[in-house]
Structures are given as structure tokens and as C-alpha cells.
């Protein structure tokens, strides 16, 4: 049996079904773009049938995507598996993917049916995309749920009928890892022309083993996956691209390779965020923004002494610059040398490290995390302030009326303002903030938190931003969501001026 798996990405037809995250044309052949950059093999663009804007979206991609095969959805309807012909016209390699559900909840109660209809239907719908072209994918949809020997009776004849894929989905979720991977053996063993057709794991996330569930199937003789960048997807989502990359990656026991370039994989789940306006949740397995993130001061010394002490992943191996040693009360000794010594503050005698610590520990106890600045501070007593400070805010919206933000900002002992028209007020804003300080800055992440206390009323907005291919964080607190909005966005550019060897004022002031 091959060892190499298929990578099937569904991003921008399951992923899309998200309430919210739908995208444009342009958008589509964007990601379209860095999914083949990235190495996959089939990327489902769309259910053409579903609209005009999936139709054309298929078609553009079709264009524009030359090397992965381009997929479109049907159900098992001669009209649908029509409009998907068309729709994939220009398409290098064209695949339609059809069919059908294959449990008894789906074959009784949503089409009223019986068992023997439902592969006729199967069947006849493969066979009439077979007419137009070569490649075809048949899907049993709840196939999780359904009786392993109909199901193997329903995938042999499919496979007859000329379905060189056949995608046995868990769509709802519903299957443990061992139930899951004992399905794709049992196919592999009872389907006498099993050999002809690639078996596919598609699979749901409603009880978090999405992932487990994926590689179960593939470690039981499936060679496709249907995954999703970020895992997102219907409900809870679904199998992560990035998650079964780096689960073939890291077990080399599996003998299992892929084409994926696993390099690009954080920046575009970067880019996949930021199209669909669905943030990264920070403990998301491998993109998550707290995933190469150590807080705890044994886990910080184990990282600082030897990487793999407490990281199974080199974080550039997925596109992350680097590990994040993030100072707190839990942090150790350790830690704070690595941090005052990246600051400058080098060749501290044992005891003077001592005196550091223990004014650290008591300025840790009472905020959630230390910064630079408060390093600086500490060691040198000398009072920091922000480069870059928030002077004045106005903002002028409505229906009738294009959103200007006004901003003054203070630098140094200097202040600049700007106004500038954008797609919202905060848009707006930010983009008087750029126009002011004249740099390239791209938002990469807006999340809005309320609290709400009766008479006030607060909201807290996080950001990450990026500047010089790499990421910053900040986070603004105010009872106005726009001034919230442009305080988090300063938070997260003054960040940027410590890491430099003169401040961001200057830089500023000399543009």
C-alpha cells in the first residue's frame, strides 16, 4: 500500500459554512492560491448548485490553481452533478464529488427511502458524473453511524460504478478513534475491489476527536483526509490540515509522508482568520497563539536549557518565528536572565539575579504579565513610558455618512494627527494610526470581549498585529469599543519599538 496521504481541503466549502465566515471570488482564489503553495493535493472549492457566487468561485479557481485537482460538491442529482461539470471546465484536474446518505437515520427519515434504493441512487449518480470526467469522489454521508455491512455493500458498488475515491464521513461527529478505524479496516477487508478506490476520512469535531477519529482511519488503510485550515467547519468543525501534518511529521512510527510544505501552515492560518473574521482560539493545537507559549518557570527552564524538553514541534517546522518564554509569577530565575539579558542587562552576578527576582516576584504578583518597559523599570528605576500614546480620538459614522476617524497621537514630545475614511470606525481609525506613523502594519487578529457591570459598561479589545513578518499582541480597555480598539492597536505597535535599537519616536520622527 502507498504510504503517502492525500491531503483534501474543504477550507472553502465546509469551512465556509461557518454563520459569517462566508468569503468572495477574490478572497476564495487568494487562499485557493496558498493552499497550493502549500502543497495540498485536492481542494474542494465549492457546491456550485448552492449559488451563483459558489458556481463562479469554482470556475475562477479552476483558472487560476494548476496543480492540485479542483473538487466541487453534488448530491446524488443529475442537475447538480451538471451545473459541477460546468462549473469545472477549466479545471486542470477535475473531480466531482457526490453522493448520498449511507445510515439508517439518513436513508429512512431524510429521504424516506430504503436501503437498496439509496445505493441505486449512488450508484446512477456516479455513473452519470462519470460522463464528464474521469475523476470521481463518492461520499456516504453518516457513515459513522451506519451498519458496517450495508456500508461495505454500498462502497463495492460505487466503486464498480467507476468512484475512484470513496469518502466514508463522520458527520456528526459521533465515532470514537478505535469504532472509526475499525470501519476503514473493515472496508479494507470486506470490499472485494477495495484496491480500485482510495478510501477518505472526513470527519466532524461535536466530540473533539475530529483529529483522533482521522488518524485512526489512516492508520487502518485510508489515504486521503478531508481536512479544514484551523479546523473549522459546520458546528464544531472539522479535522485540522494542520494538526494530522504535524501527527505524521512528529510520529515517524506511522511510516505515513504528505506533500504538505508544513512551513506555511502558520501563515496561512493567519490569513484564513483574517478573511473569515473567525480569531484562533490561543490554545488551538499547533497555530494557536499560545502553542509554543511557556508560562510555568519548570517548563521555562527545561525550554531555555533544551527545546524538546517540553516542545515536540520546532516552532519554525510550521512557520512560527519562535517560542514565546512569557513572564508571569510562575516564571523562574531562568526565565527573567533570558529576558534582562535579551534587554542588554548581561553578566549579573548570582546575587545581583537574586535582588532581580525577588523585585520581579513582587511585581508579577500584581499584574497578569510583564512587559519590557516593566523590566527596564525594575532594573534601572527610571520611568517608561509608551512611544507612541493615544491624544485625542474622533470618529464620525452613520448611514448616509463614509466613517472618518480623526486621531492624535503623541510622539515624544511631539503630536501628530490624521484622518483618514475606512470600511467601519475602527477601520478608520487604525488607518489614521498608519498614516500617522508611517509604517506597514497588518492586522492579523481583532477580538472584542465585553464586561458588563450595570452602569459601566467596559470592553476589552485583544489584537495581533504584524510588522516585519513578525507578530505582536495588545490589548485595550475603555467604555468607548473605538477607543478600545486604537489603545489595544497602540499597545501592540509600541511593542515593537523594544525590540529595536532606538525607539519607535525616532523612527517616527525621522520618516
Not at 448530491?75 to 459541477?84: P, Q
Not at 458524473?129 to 453511524?145: L, S, Y
Not at 499547533?286 to 533544551?306: E, M, P, T, Y
Not at 534587554?343 to 535582588?355: Q, T
Amino acid at each position: 500500500m502507498d504510504n503517502k496521504v492525500y491531503f483534501f481541503d474543504t477550507t472553502l466549502r465546509d469551512g465556509e459554512q461557518v454563520p459569517g465566515c462566508q468569503l468572495d471570488t477574490h478572497e476564495k482564489i487568494e487562499i485557493a492560491k496558498q493552499l497550493e503553495a502549500l502543497g495540498v493535493d485536492v481542494i474542494e472549492a465549492g457546491f456550485p448548485i448552492s449559488s451563483p457566487g459558489d458556481f463562479q468561485s469554482v470556475v475562477a479557481i479552476s483558472k487560476v490553481v494548476k496543480n492540485p485537482t479542483i473538487c466541487a460538491l453534488t448530491r446524488a442529482v443529475e442537475k447538480d452533478i451538471e451545473v459541477a461539470a460546468e462549473a469545472l471546465r477549466f479545471a486542470k484536474h477535475p473531480r466531482i464529488h457526490t453522493g448520498i446518505g449511507a445510515s439508517d437515520y439518513h436513508i429512512k427519515h431524510k429521504f424516506n427511502s430504503t436501503r437498496d434504493e439509496v445505493i441505486a441512487r449512488g450508484v446512477a449518480a456516479v455513473k452519470y458524473a462519470k460522463k464528464f470526467v474521469e475523476d470521481i469522489e463518492f461520499f456516504a454521508e453518516d457513515a459513522g453511524r451506519a451498519d458496517n455491512v450495508f456500508l461495505a455493500r454500498m462502497i463495492e458498488a460505487v466503486i464498480a460504478a467507476g468512484a475512484t475515491v470513496v469518502n466514508i464521513p463522520d458527520t456528526t461527529g459521533y465515532c470514537l478513534p478505535e469504532e472509526y478505524g475499525q470501519k476503514i479496516r473493515f472496508l479494507r477487508e470486506n470490499v472485494s475491489n477495495i484496491d480500485k478506490a482510495i478510501i477518505s476520512c472526513h470527519c466532524h469535531n461535536d466530540l473533539g476527536m475530529a483529529t483522533a477519529n482521522t488518524i485512526a482511519g489512516i492508520a487502518n488503510g485510508a489515504r486521503q483526509v478531508e481536512v479544514t485550515i484551523n479546523g473549522i467547519g459546520e458546528r464544531a468543525g472539522n479535522t485540522s490540515l494542520e494538526e494530522v501534518a504535524m501527527v505524521l511529521k512528529t510520529h515517524k512510527s506511522l511510516d505515513l509522508y504528505s506533500n504538505i510544505n508544513t512551513k506555511k501552515i502558520y501563515p496561512l492560518s493567519l490569513l484564513v482568520s483574517k478573511m473569515m473574521r473567525m480569531p484562533v482560539q490561543p490554545n488551538k493545537a499547533v497555530v494557536g497563539r499560545n502553542a509554543f507559549a511557556h508560562s510555568s518557570g519548570i517548563h521555562q527552564d527545561g525550554i531555555l536549557k533544551n527545546r524538546q524538553s517540553y516542545e515536540i514541534m520546532d516552532p519554525e517546522e510550521v512557520g512560527v518565528p519562535q517560542h514565546a518564554i512569557i513572564l508571569t509569577a510562575r516564571s523562574g530565575k531562568h526565565a527573567l536572565k533570558h529576558h534582562l539579558e535579551r534587554l542588554g542587562y548581561n553578566n549579573l552576578s548570582k546575587e545581583e539575579l537574586v535582588i532581580a527576582y525577588q523585585k520581579f516576584l513582587k511585581l508579577a504578583d500584581g499584574k497578569k504579565d510583564v512587559n519590557d518597559d516593566d523590566l527596564i523599570l525594575m532594573m534601572d528605576g527610571k520611568v517608561t513610558h509608551s512611544a507612541i500614546e493615544l491624544n485625542r480620538l474622533q470618529v464620525v459614522c452613520g448611514e448616509s455618512i463614509a466613517p472618518t476617524a480623526t486621531v492624535e497621537l503623541k510622539i515624544g514630545d511631539e503630536i501628530k494627527s490624521a484622518s483618514m475614511v475606512g470600511n467601519g470606525p475602527v477601520n478608520a481609525a487604525m488607518r489614521a494610526v498608519d498614516s500617522i506613523i508611517g509604517e506597514q502594519i497588518d492586522l492579523e487578529e481583532y477580538l472584542v470581549q465585553s464586561n458588563i457591570n450595570r452602569s459601566y459598561d467596559t470592553a476589552k479589545v485583544h489584537v495581533r498585529i504584524c510588522h516585519h513578518n513578525k507578530s505582536y499582541v495588545g490589548f485595550g480597555v475603555d467604555t468607548d469599543i473605538i477607543t478600545a480598539s486604537v489603545k489595544a492597536y497602540l499597545n501592540a505597535i509600541n511593542k515593537i519599538s523594544s525590540l529595536k535599537a532606538k525607539s519607535y519616536s525616532e523612527v517616527v520622527l525621522a520618516n
